[in-house]
């Protein structure tokens, strides 16, 4: 009897890239601004509230970016509800604030809305609704609706899933809090921001994205959103502020979860405090472009080789593995710009029975192209095989 295996390709669609410190402290970062929104300043506005609108994809070019202590900068998300990106040519320096949170839940049933590139929370009322997002909080009947959740969880009961990579790729937001039976909203996720310098970034002021605050209510009132992301990207990242994407602002019923916080500097210089699941490297991909992406392919299974284009059919198999090959058997994967050393999973969903899987790692090769080899034991009979990708965060 022959095993036959359908390998299928597999595009992991969460970026992910690797962490290098080079030992070239020269070494500078092209942010690739163009500089056609000119320098950002803002001197004698309390608050600068930014309307995302005449930005469809969220991204702005400066060429460069001076807040004043004082000063808070604000958005108003577009109508694609994009992350905010800053790609500047020279220097950053943030005295005053950048603020990307998502908004409070409210006590007449309305979920707050997430930040740029967040997710709102639900509403509250006889019918509440879970917060929106892949990590949304649910809602319980009599009780405190469940937090968001992004990077971390921080409520307990049933949270949403964690989501997302250490890396920022894609840079996403926090989800949104359940609302709850009381009539109150939950709080709308925080949102996410790249900011990223030819030059250098100086925080000394407050840089947030924090999720959205609930309603108390002695125990059954709403919950918050889950803090948002926030990436930086220079050469030299210093100063003393605050960096936060936190899910547990304040003093309602149900926390949200840590949101994201990835910087990526060749100098680290930063003397600040820093909240969220915190993660630091330096990795080249800014705004991810086509082929630029992870890309997983089967190559060959016990020494057979797989067409580049698999139909993933069972009735017309791709590869067809004799009966006599022992297990386990090698399965070869291709990587295309997935950092050396990743953990690769390979599984197999046979027709009949439950799925196999083992790992392996991307050992021989570079960043653009590489290999891992994965044994595992493959059951008898017709299946489908694919690979995907970790970094384990």
């Not at 709102?120 to 879970?130: D, E, F, K, R, V």
Request: proline letters at 5%; a neutral charge.
């Amino acid at each position: 009897m022959n095993k036959r295996i359908k390998p299928v390709l597999f595009i992991f669609y969460v970026m992910l890239s690797f962490a290098w410190n080079p030992t070239n402290g020269s070494a500078q970062v092209n942010s690739g601004s163009n500089g056609s929104d000119g320098a950002f300043t803002n001197a004698n506005q309390v608050t600068t509230v930014i309307d995302m609108h005449d930005h469809p994809n969220g991204i702005y070019q400066y060429t460069s970016v001076y807040i004043e202590n004082g000063v808070t900068v604000k958005f108003i998300p577009n109508a694609n509800n994009t992350p905010v990106v800053w790609l500047v040519q020279g220097d950053v320096v943030i005295n005053g604030a950048v603020d990307v949170s998502g908004q409070n839940g409210s006590g007449n049933g309305i979920g707050g809305l997430g930040g740029p590139g967040g997710w709102a929370g639900g509403n509250g009322g006889s019918n509440p609704s879970s917060g929106q997002g892949p990590g949304g909080g649910i809602t319980i009947s009599n009780s405190a609706s469940i937090g968001g959740t992004f990077g971390a969880i921080a409520d307990t009961g049933h949270p949403g899933q964690i989501y997302g990579n250490s890396f920022l790729l894609p840079l996403v937001g926090g989800s949104g809090a359940g609302g709850c039976n009381r009539g109150y909203g939950g709080g709308g996720g925080g949102g996410a921001i790249l900011i990223a310098a030819s030059g250098s970034i100086q925080i000394n002021g407050n840089l947030i994205a924090n999720g959205g605050v609930g309603i108390p209510g002695g125990g059954a009132g709403s919950a918050d959103g889950s803090g948002g992301g926030i990436r930086l990207v220079a050469s030299n990242f210093q100063g003393s502020g605050n960096i936060s994407a936190s899910g547990d602002v304040c003093c309602s019923d149900g926390r949200g979860g840590l949101g994201r916080v990835r910087i990526d500097t060749f100098q680290f210089n930063f003397g600040g405090q820093i909240t969220g699941v915190f993660t630091q490297g330096y990795q080249p991909i800014i705004i991810p472009i086509s082929g630029q992406g992870v890309q997983l392919s089967i190559a060959s299974v016990a020494g057979a080789t797989v067409s580049a284009t698999p139909n993933g059919q069972l009735v017309t198999p791709d590869t067809i593995i004799s009966s006599q090959q022992s297990n386990p058997i090698p399965v070869v994967v291709n990587c295309s710009n997935l950092p050396l050393n990743t953990l690769i999973t390979v599984t197999v969903k046979p027709a009949n029975g439950a799925s196999v899987s083992a790992v392996g790692y991307n050992t021989t090769g570079t960043l653009a192209s590489s290999t891992a080899t994965v044994s595992l034991n493959l059951p008898r009979g017709g299946g489908i095989i694919y690979a995907t990708a970790t970094n384990g965060n």
